[in-house]
């Protein structure tokens, strides 16, 4: 899968601004239903079936995940809200293919992930995910550029066609001038910046999202959500992210919880002011 030439969109429509993501869907649909903006339909893109993860054994066994299930849709945007410790991470690096589940299994676009075909994961990780990490772990003595272009090099792309994507991608996330500053030179915020080109340079299906804005002061974290809900949109992605901020949780499509290993659908606004209870999906 070759990645676009990410297009460039200087933000979100000022009528959609304060609509929550399933309003912005409602909307989109009436659109559609006029002709001007054509949506895709609802099909599962990953899910993770009944995933149970025990990390050691015996008197030291820890069940972190229990029977946890999830089906991303096809352009959704969930986010996953739970207390450190729950599972969050844990969940995301089982869909992600980064881990291997105790029992259980993930599906992408239906088909189950063949957790001993080494060659299907490396491509699987490669192309169908991509995976933002809460500490972006850049490599700080190479350039944003080198860095975004690392997953495209991975793959076996050709060193200068990676780094001409790599400066388009870094030019859609803000920092086409700074594409050939070392990482580490670079503040906080935008070295989560640079980790969101190189997560999405590989023209990925899937955003994994890991605590996205966990590390970022308030302002900072809005204009990172806000980037990511441009990019989801642009792409057509289907995304799914762990975060502690419900104000911005409530703008995706749904929130879900975690809760003693087990997931739980949430109503997004309810969820955000405390007046739901548990109930499992
Ligand atoms: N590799 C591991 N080995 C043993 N325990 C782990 C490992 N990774 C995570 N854990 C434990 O699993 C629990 C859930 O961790 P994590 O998925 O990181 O939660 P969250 O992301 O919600 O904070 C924690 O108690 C953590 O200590
Ligand atoms: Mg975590």
Redesign the pocket.
């Known amino acids: 899968m070759e990645s676009e030439a990410p297009g460039i969109d200087d933000g979100r429509h000022p009528a959609t601004s304060h609509m929550t993501r399933s309003e912005e869907n409602s909307a989109q649909d009436s659109a559609t239903a006029s002709g001007k903006n054509p949506a895709s339909g609802r099909s599962p893109v990953l899910e993770g079936r009944n995933l149970r993860k025990v990390?050691?054994a015996a008197e030291n066994a820890?069940t972190?995940l229990a029977d946890a299930s999830i089906t991303l849709q096809n352009s959704e945007m969930v986010a996953i809200v739970?207390p450190?410790?729950?599972?969050?991470?844990?969940?995301l690096h089982l869909l992600a293919a980064l881990d291997t589940p105790t029992s259980g299994a993930i599906y992408f676009e239906s088909k189950a992930i063949e957790t001993n075909n080494e060659a299907a994961l490396a491509k699987f990780r490669n192309c169908a995910v991509g995976f933002l990490w809460q500490r972006h772990q850049l490599l700080p003595d190479f350039t944003a550029a080198e860095n975004v272009a690392m997953p495209l090099l991975l793959r076996g792309g050709d060193s200068a066609s990676a780094l001409q994507v790599a400066r388009k991608w870094l030019a859609e996330v803000g920092l086409g001038n700074r594409a050939d500053h070392r990482a580490g030179e670079l503040s906080g915020g935008e070295q989560q910046r640079v980790a969101i080109a190189r997560a999405l340079v590989t023209g990925p299906r899937v955003l994994l999202a890991d605590e996205p804005t966990g590390d970022l002061d308030e302002q900072n974290a809005w204009a990172m959500f806000e980037l990511l809900e441009r990019l989801h949109r642009a792409h057509q992605l289907t995304s799914l992210i762990?975060t502690h901020n419900l104000a911005l949780a409530a703008r995706c499509d749904r929130i879900v919880g975690l809760e003693h290993g087990v997931l739980k659908t949430r109503e997004a606004t309810a969820f955000a002011t405390g007046t739901l209870g548990g109930e499992a999906s």
């Open positions: 990390y050691g820890l972190v739970a450190s410790g729950a599972g969050k991470s844990t969940l762990a």
